[in-house]
């Protein structure tokens, strides 16, 4: 069933919060972008919800975007219906993929289908009143044991694939909505074309999803990497983890990532949970097996920047986003390099020893005659080292300097704290 799209094995996403981009907050405001983010190698773009925002019961003065009046109307703060149709064009013309934000479990509280169908939500047995979701006050949850609500739904999602020809979903919370509803929805979404379905789930958590959805978060990576930095566990735990999620196969992927639209606001930006270590966790979220997520203004990048996410709140763009090379290196990589496809078995992905096991992660990446091998430090000190393995060898270029060794005969490094190196051969 998740094996349709075709594009899913060598994409990226880039989160998209409309509302914080630009000064304008408009739809056709983020298109003035699209050609500065092609050139970055970004493939697919995720729009953060673009539905009309429920006023009863919102947060802050603008309320939150995850609290939906109307599964089938756009929010007017960023425009029309014809201005998204446009938007989605012109980004196909880029050639990416656009993927829309999509909130199953709950709705605002003056949701149309309050008024019109008050019978496809769930009741708080103590009041008797709409059923709040687990504690967020603005939001109602849906009943998914009725049959008509769940084809509502499904029409609703149906409704932007015909009217804006969006490419799939990201789906908020999909593990709070029951799986066989996205066993329903997902065959009957894709009677009209092919599309990509990230789900808001750590797999090791609700395995039966990844049957269902192509890709899904790496929520364990993202909450023992800050265990790490914050010096909890230590590197061998990491490592054991992601064995874990390797042992999960290809059938589905994971997405990697150092932040997104919730971490960013309340938990802190990726130097401030990370420090010295983000930029090697952003290697790791591009050259490991999965599919990267990158969360708009990394690039720039926000190194203390949280954004607001109920009151307008504009990304302070610089003009010079020092971060931009960075990224267009890696993903087009990503992109073009048979080695780093995500989610396909014809790649094998291995971790490989070093002299200084407790400070650095080597892994290599093979498909084929291909190879990207990638060299992460998370040792506190500058830090000399080798790659014990006989399975690296030959000659790689280094992906940032393109200057080339041949490690036929040893694989020595020298890394400053949190330093990398990707080489591909």
């Known amino acids: 069933m998740n094996g349709t799209c075709r594009w899913k094995h060598t994409t990226n996403i880039y989160e998209v919060n409309l ?68 938007l989605v064009q012109e980004a196909h013309s880029f050639g990416f993929r656009v993927i829309m934000d999509w909130v199953a479990n709950h709705t605002g509280w003056d949701h149309v289908w309050t008024y019109t169908h008050p019978d496809f939500y769930l009741r708080d047995p103590l009041t008797g009143d709409f059923q709040p979701a687990s504690g967020m006050a603005d939001i109602i949850e849906l009943d998914y044991s009725n049959p008509d609500m769940r084809l509502a739904m499904i029409e609703a999602m149906k409704y932007w694939v015909r009217e804006a020809n969006i490419d799939g979903f990201r789906c908020d919370l999909a593990a709070w909505v029951q799986l066989d509803f996205w066993q329903q929805a997902r065959p009957e979404l894709e009677k009209l074309k092919p599309l990509f379905w990230l789900g808001e789930f750590d797999e090791l958590d609700d395995p039966g999803y990844g049957k269902i959805f192509d890709a899904s978060y790496s929520w364990n990576w993202m909450h023992l990497t800050r265990d790490f930095c914050d010096g909890k566990v230590t590197l061998g735990e990491l490592k054991t983890l992601l064995t874990r999620y390797s042992e999960i196969g290809d059938g589905s992927m994971r997405a990697w990532f150092t932040s997104n639209h919730d971490e960013n606001t309340w938990n802190g930006t990726e130097f401030e949970k990370y420090g010295i270590y983000a930029e090697a966790l952003a290697v790791f979220s591009v050259t490991w097996n999965g599919v990267p997520l990158i969360y708009n203004g990394q690039e720039i ?68 005659m291909h190879a990207v091998l990638t060299v992460l430090s998370f040792s506190t000190k500058p830090i000399n080292f080798e ?8 000659v790689y270029t280094c992906v940032f300097t393109l200057s080339t060794r041949d490690f036929t005969n040893g694989a020595h490094f020298s890394l400053e704290p949190g330093g990398f190196a990707v080489f591909q051969k």
Not at 34 to 63: C, F, H, Y
Not at 387 to 394: A, D, F, K, R
Request: charged share 25%; glycine share 6%; aromatic share 10%.
């Open 387 to 394: 790659i014990t393995e006989e399975s690296l060898s030959g």
């Open 19 to 86: 509302r914080q981009y630009t000064p304008e907050g408009t739809f056709k405001a983020f298109a003035a972008h699209l050609p500065r983010l092609r050139d970055m190698g970004v493939e697919t773009l995720w729009l953060m919800p673009i539905t009309p925002i429920a006023q009863k019961n919102k947060k802050g003065s603008m309320g939150s975007q995850y609290a939906a009046a109307n599964y089938t109307a756009v929010n007017p703060e960023f425009g029309s219906l014809e201005d998204l149709k446009n």
């Open 301 to 368: 990048p926000m190194r203390t920047k949280r954004l607001e996410f109920f009151e307008k709140d504009p990304i302070p763009w610089t003009g010079t986003n020092k971060l931009h090379d960075f990224y267009k290196t890696l993903l087009r990589l990503k992109s073009n390099y048979p080695a780093l496809r995500g989610g396909d078995p014809a790649v094998r992905t291995h971790l490989l020893k070093t002299t200084a096991d407790d400070k650095i992660l080597a892994y290599l990446r093979q498909n084929g």
